[in-house]
Each structure stands twice: as structure tokens, then as C-alpha cells.
């Protein structure tokens, strides 16, 4: 039997390494929009806790903590490209509740309320679920897999998750013949997320679509964990979902209501511009943005542009779901 090669995440003491190097006092001090406060005025003491953006407020203990980290899908393990390192992944994330302003996410939403949490399920299932993220843990198996991630910005990343595939979720409800789609809707909640309230006009809470066979294909993972721990918020704790051959805005945070449907939903990006953002959004080098070239794309670890894959290096798995019928 051949070991298990374990990446070095695995390490037991990755918890406890620095992290980041990268908040240092400025970043601080603006990330607490305190920008023209003079240095002295805050307590160096304070400076130094505030190296990371998770040691200002790390996520709270919680009985799935010991679900971490989860067991490697051996046909999940490779992507043919290294690892982002954790630090460089955990620190640039699109997340609009909180900032458009990716260096800033983590640090905007490091006090958002992460458990107790409530997910639903329903719409055209036999058995509609409603039930506390904890409870849900029970109930399933996690696994980890390492996945090409392609923002439509043209920014990407390999990253480990740590998840289930949706169609497991989705069993545990009993998904009807007639559900045709499946529609995802985060967490509306303005007095924790800034832009909620800062930016009305965004038609909040974010939204998100799939058809019924992409939601059920074994790649689509509803992901609860990062590099061997459960997510951090940034990433969208305590569960988001990873459709790794579409753009990353079709995966997303947060996710408080998954409801089964029977006609196409509407997307969130797709109603601010529906001209840029299509439902499918499958990655596609030879179709442009209508701003921007998709044909290569910037490592985020690395600052290489390398060039994007059909459906992002995932066609094998995928291209069936789109042959024509
Ligand atoms: N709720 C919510 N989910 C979201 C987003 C968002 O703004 N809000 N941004 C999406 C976009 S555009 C991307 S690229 C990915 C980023 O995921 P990451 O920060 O974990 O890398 O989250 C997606 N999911
Ligand atoms: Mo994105």
C-alpha cells in the first residue's frame, strides 16, 4: 500500500506558526479606520496582538473542530501546481458584505457571528431540513480535496478544502424529481456586515444558482474547511460552496438557505450585470470578459501570469454536463 504523502499543513504545529508578517502596524491601524490617529495613541502591546488578522478575534471553539483535518480524497490531491501558500489565500478574498477591498476582508469580518448558525433546506424536497450547522456536522463525513480556484478577475490559487459534495447534502432532504435548479442565499445580517448597510444598492443578501446535475456533480463541494482547519470568515465560515470549473463568484459565502427549484434563479451578479456575468460562467479562456481578456490568469503566490484552462483544467470531469443533447 503506498502512505499518504501528508502536504505540509499537516504539520502539528501549522497552527501555531506566525501566520503573517504581513499586518503590520499600518495595515492595522487603517484597518480599524483609525487612519489619522497618531501611532502613540495606541498601546504597542495592542500592535503586536494584531499581527494576524485572525489573532484579534479567532474563530470560537466548537465541537466540529475535531473534524480537522479531514481525510484526503486520494483523486483529489493533485492539481499539476503547487499549493498557495495559507497566509497568501487567507489574506486576499473577495467577500462584499464585509469590503471591496480584498486585503481588508479578513481583518472586516473577523467579528462576525459564525455559531451558533442555522441552515436551511427546502423548496421541492420530500424531507424540508432546518437545522444548526453543528448538527449538520453530525451527520456527515468530511474530506479534503485540493482544487484549482479561478476568480473572473483573473486571479487564481490551488487550495486544500474541506467539505462534502453538495449531492450528500442534498440527499439529506430528499431533492424531487421536478427541482430542475438550485438556488444558494447567504446570511443578511447589515449590523455585522458593513457594506450590507454601507452599500445598499448591492441587492443584498448575495445569491447564487446551479442546475440541478452541476449541483449534483461529485465536484461541487460544499466546503466548511481551508488547509486543514475549519474555514476562517474570510473564506466564508462556516460553510460556502467550491464549484471549481466556474468563476470563483459562483461559489458562494455564507450560505444560510439552499432551496430547490424548478425554473432558473436569478443570480446576484448576473442582476448588477447581467452582460458580464453570465449563469453558467464556466471558466473559458477563449471568451473574453467584456472588459478584459480571459486567456490567462495571475498566480496569486506567485505574480505569473500562466494561462487559464478550459473550465478551469477540469473538462474530463465536466464536459458532459454540457454536451449537447
Ligand atoms: N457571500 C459572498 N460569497 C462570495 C463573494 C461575495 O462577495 N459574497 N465573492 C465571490 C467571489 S467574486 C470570489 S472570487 C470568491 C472568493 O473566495 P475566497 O475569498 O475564499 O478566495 O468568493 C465568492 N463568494
Ligand atoms: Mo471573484
Redesign the pocket.
Known amino acids: 500500500m503506498k502512505p499518504i504523502i501528508r502536504p505540509s499543513w499537516y504539520k502539528p504545529d501549522a497552527a501555531a506558526t506566525p501566520e503573517s508578517i504581513y499586518w503590520n502596524r499600518r495595515d492595522f491601524i487603517k484597518t480599524l479606520g483609525l487612519g489619522t490617529v497618531s501611532l502613540s495613541s495606541l498601546s504597542l502591546a495592542a500592535c503586536a496582538e494584531a499581527q494576524t488578522p485572525t489573532s484579534l478575534n479567532p474563530l470560537p471553539k466548537r465541537p466540529s473542530d475535531q473534524f480537522y483535518p479531514a481525510k484526503l480524497n486520494e483523486l483529489y490531491k493533485d492539481v499539476g501546481k503547487p499549493l498557495t501558500p495559507e497566509k497568501i ?1 487567507t489574506t ?6 464585509f469590503t471591496l477591498d ?1 486585503e481588508l ?1 479578513p481583518v472586516k469580518s473577523q467579528f462576525f457571528t459564525v455559531d451558533p448558525w442555522t441552515i436551511e433546506i427546502d423548496g421541492l424536497v420530500d424531507k424540508p431540513l432546518k437545522l444548526d450547522f453543528e448538527d449538520l456536522m453530525k451527520q456527515v463525513t468530511l474530506e479534503e480535496r485540493v482544487y484549482r ?1 479561478r ?3 483573473a ?1 487564481s ?1 490551488v ?1 486544500p478544502w474541506t467539505g462534502l459534495p453538495l449531492n450528500q447534502l442534498l440527499k439529506l432532504a430528499g431533492p424531487k424529481s421536478s427541482a430542475k435548479y438550485v438556488r444558494f442565499i ?2 443578511n445580517r447589515p449590523s455585522e456586515a458593513p457594506n450590507q448597510k454601507a452599500q445598499p444598492w448591492y441587492p443584498w ?2 445569491y ?1 444558482g446551479l442546475r440541478i446535475d452541476e449541483a449534483m456533480h461529485d465536484l461541487t463541494l460544499m466546503t466548511t474547511g ?1 488547509y486543514g482547519k475549519p474555514l476562517p470568515r ?3 465560515a462556516p460553510l ?1 460552496l467550491i464549484v471549481p470549473w466556474k ?9 444560510v438557505r439552499i432551496e430547490l427549484v424548478d425554473h432558473k434563479p436569478e443570480t ?2 448576473n442582476k448588477i450585470a447581467p452582460r458580464e456575468y453570465g449563469f453558467y460562467s464556466n471558466v473559458n479562456p477563449a471568451e473574453a470578459h467584456p472588459r478584459w481578456s480571459q486567456a490567462t490568469e495571475r498566480d496569486i503566490a506567485t505574480g505569473n501570469r500562466i494561462p487559464t484552462l478550459p473550465m478551469n483544467g477540469y473538462v474530463d470531469e465536466v464536459a458532459p454536463l454540457y454536451a449537447k443533447k
Open positions: 489565500a486576499y478574498n473577495n467577500y462584499y458584505e480584498k476582508v480556484f476568480c473572473v478577475e486571479w490559487m487550495v447567504s446570511f443578501p448575495y447564487e481551508i474570510q473564506h466564508g460556502r468563476y470563483g463568484y459562483k461559489s458562494p459565502k455564507g450560505i446576484f451578479w
